[in-house]
């Protein structure tokens, strides 16, 4: 029942900004852990950034550290993505999906999510 939305992707400069949103319907939030995955061209689906149920932990991957933030609103029912000094090598399509136990302890294992979203592309490009 639960359906999850990406937005925000786009045209971006290097050292640009775009912030994505996962926005959720037919269920709460409150309950799920959510990740930020994304799939470049020629590469496999590979974990950006999840989140907790609650927010208390967060993981990145080392790629994106210290550039991105992931962060939620469970009032609003939407999950964050703010990518700063974005990079060339950050294009690809990106997903956000859940996972039911609502906890990150290894990373953001793609086996563990699911209700995957349609993803937004980004391209970061001169």
């Known amino acids: 029942q639960l359906k999850l939305v990406e937005s925000g992707g786009g045209l971006v400069q290097p050292g640009g900004s775009l912030r994505l949103s996962c926005a959720a319907s037919?269920?709460?939030?409150?309950?799920?852990?959510i990740g930020w995955f994304r799939q470049a061209p020629g590469k496999e689906r590979e974990g950006v950034s999840c989140?907790?149920?609650?927010?208390?932990?967060?993981y990145y991957a080392d790629s994106v550290k210290g550039r991105f933030t992931i962060s939620r609103d469970n009032a609003k029912n939407t999950v964050y993505l703010q990518m700063n000094s974005l990079k060339p090598e950050d294009t690809a399509v990106y997903y956000c999906?859940?996972?039911?136990?609502?906890?990150?302890?290894?990373?953001?294992?793609?086996?563990?999510?699911?209700?995957w979203g349609q993803g937004t592309q980004v391209t970061v490009s001169s």
């Open positions: 999906a859940a996972e039911v136990t609502g906890t990150i302890v290894h990373g953001c294992p793609i086996y563990e999510y699911g209700d």
């Open positions: 037919g269920s709460t939030l409150d309950y799920y852990a």
């Open positions: 989140i907790s149920s609650a927010g208390a932990a967060t």
